[in-house]
C-alpha cells in the first residue's frame, strides 16, 4: 500500500477559509442584524402611529427555505430581500397582535422570526384581500425579524405595515 502525502499552501489554506465563511454568511439570512427599513419598539399600549412601517418589497430569495409552515401551520410563502425589512422589538410579552400590509393590490406575504428561540409566523392573503396579515396570539419579548415578500418573484411593491394590539 502506497502512502500519499497531501500538502496544502498556506495561501490555499486561508484562500478556502475565507470562502467558506463568505458562503456560510451569504447562505443563511436569518442571521442577520440589521434591517432594511428599521427597528420598531413597542410596549403594551402603544400609540397606533409608532405600529406603522413603510417599505417596498424586492428580492428573489424564496422565504419557505428558511421554513416551508410556521408552527399554526400556515405556508410560508413568498420572495424577499435575505435581510429583514423590519426589526420588532417588544419590551414585554403581548397577549395578541395583528400585523397586516397595506401594498394597494399586490400579492404580499409575511414571514416573522423570533429571534430567541426562532418561533416562526407566517402569513399570505387577507379573506378577499391579497395583502398579507399575521392575526396572532401569546407574543413573547424579545426580538422579530420581519420580512414582508411579494408572491412575484423580484416584484418591487410599496406598501405599509400595521402592527396593532387584539
Known sequence: MTKTKFTISPLE?????????????TAIPVTANTSNFGKVELSPG???SQGRLTGYTSGSFPLHKMSKRDGEGNACTGFAATTPDHIMVLKEDFSAL??????????????????????IRCGD??????????????????????????????????YSLEITEN
Open 13 to 25: 489554506l486561508y484562500s478556502t477559509l475565507v470562502l467558506s465563511i463568505i458562503a456560510i454568511f
Open 46 to 48: 402603544f400609540k397606533s
Open 98 to 119: 395583528k400585523l397586516k400590509v397595506n401594498s394597494n393590490g399586490a400579492d404580499t406575504t409575511l414571514f416573522i422570526l423570533r429571534a430567541k428561540d426562532r418561533t
Open 125 to 158: 392573503d387577507t379573506g378577499k384581500n391579497k395583502d398579507a396579515s399575521v392575526n396572532g396570539k401569546s407574543w413573547k419579548a424579545g426580538i422579530y425579524k420581519i420580512w414582508v415578500g411579494n408572491f412575484n418573484k423580484s416584484m418591487r411593491s410599496d
